[in-house]
């Protein structure tokens, strides 16, 4: 048993290396770079194999394929941790990678491997190809907007300010760690980045997010931002070396792992002021902290 379900046990021992984290924003966005590049974009899709049923959400394997076979892909994005396949006569289609989808591309003639669960074909012998080997993944066309319109704001935008956060913040009361992988409250965010964000900004992830003072507000603003472009410009952080972590379509490692200050680093130096980075974990989730440099106040709110 190694999660604990009290949410405050401190626990040292190492994290398997090759224990599943799942795709977020950066390594999201790095994919859908990536699809991108491949030129997908302005495709139409001749013909969809479903091989297993349970990668497509809310609809039979026929009636995806007819609803998608002869549809053009005008654009990829991102929302969140969805990517957001802009098909013409205004259909949305969304895939969530969840722990282990990733697409890669192939020869049309190439042989299926074991977790090869839908391919999408196009003119020419091209084939885009997902695979998925803990089959958690899918892919929505049913209800995609109703479920793009429930997400909050994205940590990257524009409209994003410190003084929105703020207000989104302090008009909840909720542990800073849970409100954050809320896809509601704010989308993107996963257990790396959100640990990363809480240790740049130096706060504690129980602290109660209606208690932050405004240059705790700033702070966090300017620390979630920080640690996800450096995500973005290391295209993403691949863990182990096992074919279920994240790799790009084109196969490639994300760099960001190097960059890590506490995610997984439990027993080691804290790069700041070098006490043990510790383990502990705040609503099941396992969360990794330097207990120096993110304290938790004291109940007079003296160090705000
Ligand atoms: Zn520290």
Known sequence: MRRRMNTCAYDAREAHPERKTMPELPEVQTVVDDLIATGLAGQTITDVHVRWPGSIAALAPKAFRRTLAGRRIDNITRRAKFIVWHLDEGLTMLTHLRMTGRFYLANRDTAFGRHDHVAFSFDGQQQLRYHDTRKFGRFYIANSDTMLARLGPEPLSRQFTARRFGQRLTTR???????????????????????????????????????????????????????????????????????????????NRGRNKDELKVFRRHGMPCPRCRATIVRMVVGQRSTHICPACQKMPLPDGHDK
């Open 173 to 251: 009361r909720r542990h800073l760690k849970p409100l954050l992988l809320d896809q509601q409250f704010l989308a993107g965010l996963g257990n790396i980045y959100v640990d990363e964000a809480l240790w740049d900004a130096g706060l504690h992830p129980t602290r109660s997010s209606a208690d932050l003072g405004k240059s705790e507000i700033r702070r966090l603003h300017r620390s979630i931002r920080k640690v996800l472009r450096r995500g973005l410009r290391n295209m993403g952080t691949t863990l182990g070396t096992g074919e279920t972590t994240f790799y790009s379509v084109a196969g």
